[in-house]
Structure formats: C-alpha cells, structure tokens
C-alpha cells in the first residue's frame, strides 16, 4: 500500500509540494488544486508528482449537488462534473464525493438524507456524470457516510448495482460505517464484510481513528490515529490483500506534525 495525506502541506511551488511529501515518506496524495487552476500549474503537479513516484489517489469534489437552494446546487452539479473531468485527465485513481445532503450544510444529517427519492437522484446523477466523462483512467467514487448514501457496505453494493456503471467504483472509510454501538463493539466482522463484499471495486482508501466516549448517549468521536479504538490492524490487513500499491490517505488532521505522528503509528503496523 501506499501511504499519503488528504492534506496539502503549505508550499509555494508544485516541486517543493512534492519534495515535502517525499521528504515524509509520503508517496500518495488527494490533488493540490481543482479544475479552475491554469492549465500550466495542473501539468506542473502532475509532473511533479510524477518525477517524485507520488500516486494521485484522489480528486476530491466535497458539495452537495442536492441542496435546497437551487443555485448552490447547480454550482455543485458543475463541480462534480469538471473535477471527474479534472481526474480523467490527470489519470487519479478516482474522483470523489459524499452522496450530498438534502439540507443547507452539504455533509449534514437530515430526514430527507434517507429517502427513496434522495436516493433515486444519486443514482441519476452518477449515471449522468459517468456518461458524460466516460472515463478510461480514473472513477467516480462516493465516499461511506453514516448519515446519507451509503451508510453500510451492503447499501454500498445496491447502489454499485443500481447505477451500473464500469465508471462508478468505492471509496473507503471503514469508520464512516461505524455509526452505532454494535459496529464499534464489532469492528473486524464489520471490515471483513465490507472487504468481502467491495474489495474489488475499491480505488482509494482514508485511514481514521475513532472512540467511543463514556455516557447516557452515544458519541462517536474522530481522533488522531493509534490514540482511539478503531481496528486500523485488521484494516490495514485487508487493505494490503486487494492491493500493494493502494492508495490509503492519513486525513483531518490541523498540522503536518499530526500527519508524522500518524504515520509514525501505520508504519509500526506495516
């Protein structure tokens, strides 16, 4: 597998980006920029990761193409499309999203997140965006939410069905699945299932760590990596059996010295 971030360390030209990466034994990465850069700086991240032997895991898109306001909504529609573009032409393992909330804040927990009709425009609108792109050398892929499409690896699988696109592949988050007490008591059933049921579909992976905190309610809590309770062993397991140079992205994190520390704990289980 290789390692990287969800993260873009501060740099001020594409080399030093990836000299930073190298230098942290980093050799995967989510894209630098999106698709309104010039041309010219887009060529010059992908060169440089290139020279540098940094895989481009993921475009990240990030937006709700199904806000309530229309406007919004339509600008996120367009975004989608041109970073899936963006992706395809800078050969990125996928391009990512969230499914996309039916309320104001684009990664919010909403009723109306549940729906059937919710869920039949996801699967209009992957379907628009694959026949449109038509890629040959990256995906669209939407990443597990507990709150939205999909919130489990078997609502992952009809939705793969239902949009029946080769262009429609998985992201994965195994804790995004963790959403109640029984998944977090029952972390390796959960990501042995997961892998059985999606290890051929996925094309890039985010590394996370979760704990449960103590009392009346249910509270499940991101943390830095090797500090919570996540099974990143099994995890890290399964991952390495699909593939020895999948991309897994360290992510969330507020500074670089958080990253090295995570890595410092994946490395150990390597």
Known sequence: MRLGINFTPKHRTPEEWGDILVAEGFSAASFPTDYRAKQSLIDAYVKAAQERDIRIAEVGIWDSPFSPDKEKAKKAREKCLEQFRLAEYI???????????????????????????????????????????????????????????????????????DVDREGF?????????????????????????????????????????????????????????GTGNADIPVYLEEIKRLDKDMPVLLEHLPELEQYRSAAEYVRQLL
Request: with cysteine; charged share 25%.
């Open 91 to 161: 050969h990125a393992d996928c391009c990512v999203n969230v499914s996309g909330a039916a309320g104001p804040v684009w990664c919010g927990c909403y009723r109306e997140n549940f729906s059937e009709e919710l869920y039949g425009k996801n699967v209009e609108f992957i379907q628009e965006l694959c026949d449109r792109v038509k890629p040959e050398h990256t995906c669209f892929a939407l990443e597990p939410m507990q709150w939205m499409v999909p919130d489990s690896p078997e609502q992952y699988v009809k939705i793969l069905r």
């Open 169 to 225: 592949a998985v992201h994965m988050d195994i804790v995004n699945f963790i959403k109640d007490p029984y998944t977090y008591t029952h972390q390796e059933e959960l990501i042995r299932r997961t892998f059985a049921l999606l290890g051929d579909r996925i094309a890039s992976c985010h590394l996370k760590d979760c704990t449960m905190e103590e009392g009346l309610t249910v509270k499940i809590r991101e943390v830095l990596p």
